[in-house]
């Protein structure tokens, strides 16, 4: 069954779902996995497709908007943030361990592309984690940057935001640039990929999704590298599933990150590109060893085994 939902997080209030399962008797306590979605996205991009299968497994599940996207509240849109959103998940862990239906020392915590650098960074600190699995992730915002734009492009990129550095200094607002754009024209991720499955997924189920970021934003993008730390999630067992074709995060980047991890890991590699991972069919290949993961380390059923894929 899924509820509507509103925790506070910072003074503001985060809208997300509550999943609870159909067969959870009266004063039971299942394990929870909190997940929210990657750069700019919001829960109704495809997150349902993952809860409704963790949530069939036997686990409580809350998907959530961060502050400043979705249905939640912030201004200004678009202002988006690492630390911030760390601050939104960490709250969200806050809000379902104190509800009645959940064990407040099984929780796990599931992120996707932006998120799945997120759920890294946070496994690495927060040891009310018990699991993570950490879904085509951001591993490195500069070496990704790197890889998406040509030198020349590069240099000028810092130039627009040394110039919103200035302007915001003297009292503007961060300029706003498209999330994604037709393929040569400038964008935050400037991939043909990006720019056909936001606008498609928008159209097809998420028409609230705003098609904006604040440069501001993008400077906080440079300067995050989610996988630092990732030598620290151990003892916390640490999933990650890459996509074997993926040019926005890339696939080399996440494998050289993951062998930085310590145990227990597991990594799995999938046939496809970075956002296959959402639907069918590679759907199957992303959710299926997150259930397994989560059944395993949160619902203690140890026959179950994640198959890595090489």
Same mark, same amino acid.
């Given at each position: 069954m899924r509820h509507d939902i509103t925790f506070a997080s910072e003074g503001l209030s985060c809208a997300g779902w509550l999943y609870v399962p159909d067969d959870l008797e009266s004063g039971e306590q299942r394990p929870a996995v909190v997940m929210a979605h990657g750069f700019s996205a919001v829960k109704e991009m495809y997150?349902?497709?993952?809860?409704?299968?963790?949530?069939?497994?036997?686990?409580?599940?809350?998907?959530?908007?961060?502050?400043?996207?979705?249905?939640?509240?912030?201004?200004?849109?678009?202002?988006?943030?690492?630390?911030?959103?760390?601050e939104d998940y960490r709250n969200a862990i806050s809000w379902v361990s104190r509800r009645p239906e959940v064990d407040p020392d099984r929780i796990g915590v599931w992120g996707s592309?932006?998120?799945?650098?997120?759920?890294?960074?946070?496994?690495?600190?927060?040891?009310?984690?018990?699991?993570v699995v950490s879904q085509v992730p951001l591993?490195?915002?500069?070496?990704n940057a790197q890889r998406l734009m040509r030198p020349d492009v590069f240099a000028g990129f810092h130039?627009?935001?040394?110039?919103?550095?200035?302007?915001?200094?003297?009292?503007?607002?961060?300029?706003?640039?498209?999330?994604?754009?037709?393929?040569?024209?400038?964008a935050a991720l400037p991939t043909p990929d990006s720019y056909e499955w936001f606008t498609s997924t928008a159209e097809e189920v998420a028409p609230g999704w705003r098609n904006e970021?604040?440069?501001?934003?993008?400077?906080?993008?440079?300067e995050y590298n989610p996988a630092a730390n990732i030598?620290?999630?151990?003892?916390?067992?640490?999933?990650?599933?890459? *996509?074997?074709? &993926?040019?926005? +995060?890339?696939?080399? /980047?996440?494998?050289? !990150?993951?062998?930085?991890?310590?145990?227990?890991?597991?990594?799995?590699?999938?046939?496809? *590109?970075?956002? &296959?991972?959402? +639907?069918?069919?590679? /759907?199957?290949?992303? !959710?299926i060893p997150a259930v397994q993961w989560f059944e395993r380390h949160l619902l203690g059923r140890q026959f179950v085994e994640v198959e890595t894929t090489h």
């Open positions: 997150l349902y497709n993952f809860a409704e299968k963790f949530v069939e497994a036997g686990l409580v599940v809350l998907v959530f908007d961060y502050r400043y996207f979705g249905d939640s509240e912030g201004e200004p849109r678009g202002r988006l943030f690492p630390a911030e959103q760390h592309s932006y998120s799945g650098g997120h759920v890294l960074h946070l496994a690495a600190f927060d040891r009310r984690i018990k699991a591993v490195d915002g500069w070496a130039q627009m935001l040394a110039q919103d550095r200035q302007s915001r200094y003297e009292g503007a607002e961060s300029v706003q640039i498209p999330v994604v754009a037709p393929e040569g024209e400038p970021v604040s440069l501001e934003s993008m400077e906080r993008f440079l030598h620290r999630i151990s003892p916390t067992p640490l999933l990650m599933i890459v *996509a074997g074709e &993926d040019t926005l +995060t890339p696939t080399d /980047l996440a494998i050289a !990150a993951y062998e930085r991890a310590l145990e227990p890991r597991s990594l799995v590699i999938t046939r496809g *590109a970075h956002f &296959d991972a959402y +639907t069918e069919p590679g /759907l199957s290949e992303t !959710a």
